[in-house]
């Protein structure tokens, strides 16, 4: 096999992702420079081929993070109706008396609460 000789410049990130595969792989910055490029030209021969199967496939992980972010948005209102049949019933229980904009400033702190221990790692 007749070898051709090349000069190559690259830049600082390049030169030290090249070391450290090298010694990861236990070969020299050149050798491994020369897997880099032959594995750049096959790849820029043969590239993979978009077939419809990964299409479909990322439409539908789409659709189910769209469909997350609506459960979420539904499970949040939920939390937010519970908290304030919750602070009207207590305050109904111990003889009213509390104005809207009370009953609607504990709805907030008891959504907060939750919304704080739903959000603690166990």
Same mark, same amino acid.
């Given at each position: 096999?007749?070898? /051709? =000789?090349?000069? !190559? +410049?690259?830049?600082?990130? !390049? *030169?030290?992702?090249?070391?450290?595969? /090298?010694?990861?792989? &236990? $070969?020299?910055?050149?050798?491994?420079?020369? =897997?880099?490029?032959?594995? &750049? $030209?096959?790849?820029?021969?043969?590239?993979?081929?978009?077939? @419809? &199967?990964?299409?479909?496939? $990322?439409?539908?992980?789409?659709? !189910?993070?769209? =469909?997350?972010?609506?459960?979420?948005? %539904? %499970?949040?209102?939920?939390?937010?109706?519970?908290?304030?049949?919750?602070?009207?019933? +207590?305050?109904?229980?111990?003889?009213?008396?509390?104005?809207? *904009?009370? !009953?609607?400033? *504990?709805?907030?702190?008891?959504? @907060? =609460?939750?919304?704080?221990? /739903?959000?603690?790692?166990?």
């Amino acid at each position: 096999m007749t070898l /051709a =000789r090349h000069n !190559i +410049r690259l830049p600082a990130a !390049i *030169e030290k992702a090249l070391h450290t595969l /090298a010694e990861q792989q &236990g $070969i020299s910055p050149y050798a491994m420079l020369q =897997r880099s490029v032959e594995a &750049g $030209i096959a790849a820029q021969l043969n590239p993979p081929v978009a077939d @419809d &199967g990964s299409r479909e496939l $990322i439409v539908e992980v789409a659709s !189910i993070s769209t =469909r997350l972010a609506d459960i979420e948005r %539904l %499970l949040d209102r939920t939390l937010h109706t519970a908290c304030a049949a919750y602070c009207y019933a +207590r305050s109904a229980a111990m003889g009213g008396g509390k104005s809207d *904009e009370v !009953i609607t400033a *504990e709805t907030q702190r008891a959504y @907060d =609460r939750q919304r704080a221990t /739903a959000e603690e790692r166990p």
